[in-house]
């Protein structure tokens, strides 16, 4: 069965370093999003990208981060200069299919990024 | 935005017992309404969806959901817990009027089964 990936599973960064997080979506899917959980919070949206750019993004999704994908199969989110509080659970999900726009979005493992 | 609530972080229930974990939304114009399961080190799986249609949604593992518009409600349930359904479940919405269904979370409920 098709699964979205992510890598790595677990990441530990510097303070002010920059991270990339890595997913491969399921390969017919068309739209693509990030979301993170900070331990014992919510799990929130941070941006959705389709037709190679992005469609949405949260008020968490400033300048410090960006998406990208660089070929047919990845799609990343990188974080110019972590911070302290951008240590989370980072999920990569994706959804629809050319035949039509499907509202159910397969999610990643996650990706643990921890800020020291 | 929407606002989507779930009653109780934490549910325990004996195995063999009813599981109910509850999710109402805040929405007026009723969303689209999802319960996704996630397992330890794993990834947030799909147990089922109300779109439209038939207000009972049946889903993966025995679990059932139904949507109550009146009540703003989408409440999960399974009439007889298993060991292996201790998880986290989270409760997500989507507007209908948003193409690329962006996801509003609940702040999730663990369950955990007792032998």
């Known amino acids: 069965e098709p699964e979205v990936t992510q890598t790595p599973s677990h990441q530990v960064t510097q303070m002010g370093q920059e991270v990339i997080l890595r997913c491969v979506p399921i390969?017919?899917?068309?739209?693509f999003y990030w979301y993170r959980q900070i331990l014992g919070q919510k799990v929130e949206f941070l941006v959705s990208?389709?037709?190679?750019?992005?469609?949405?993004k949260s008020e968490i999704f400033d300048d410090q981060f960006s998406v990208e994908r660089p070929d047919g199969s990845n799609f990343t989110l990188k974080i110019r200069s972590t911070k302290l509080e951008d240590s989370a659970m980072y999920f990569c999900?994706?959804?629809?299919?050319?035949?039509?726009?499907?509202?159910?979005?397969?999610f990643g493992p996650g990706t643990r990024l921890t800020v020291l | 935005a929407q606002s989507v609530t779930q009653l109780g972080s934490h549910v325990s229930v004996s195995e063999g017992a009813l599981v109910l974990l509850r999710c109402n939304y805040s929405?007026?114009?009723?969303?689209?309404l999802f319960w996704y399961v996630q397992y330890p080190n794993q990834g947030l799986q799909l147990l089922l969806k109300?779109?439209?249609?038939?207000?009972l949604v049946k889903g993966i593992n025995g679990f059932e959901a139904e949507f109550k518009k009146s009540e703003t409600s989408f409440h999960l349930t399974k009439p007889s817990a298993h060991m292996s359904d201790a998880a986290e479940y989270f409760c997500?919405?989507?507007?209908?009027?948003?193409?690329?269904?962006?996801?509003?979370f609940g702040r999730g409920t663990q369950l955990t089964v007792w032998p």
């Open positions: 929405s007026s114009v009723p969303p689209y």
């Open positions: 997500a919405v989507n507007d209908r009027g948003s193409t690329l269904g962006r996801l509003y």
């Open positions: 999900a994706s959804s629809g299919t050319r035949t039509g726009v499907s509202r159910e979005q397969f």
């Open positions: 990208f389709y037709n190679n750019e992005i469609s949405e």
């Open positions: 109300y779109t439209t249609g038939a207000t």
């Open positions: 390969s017919n899917h068309l739209y």
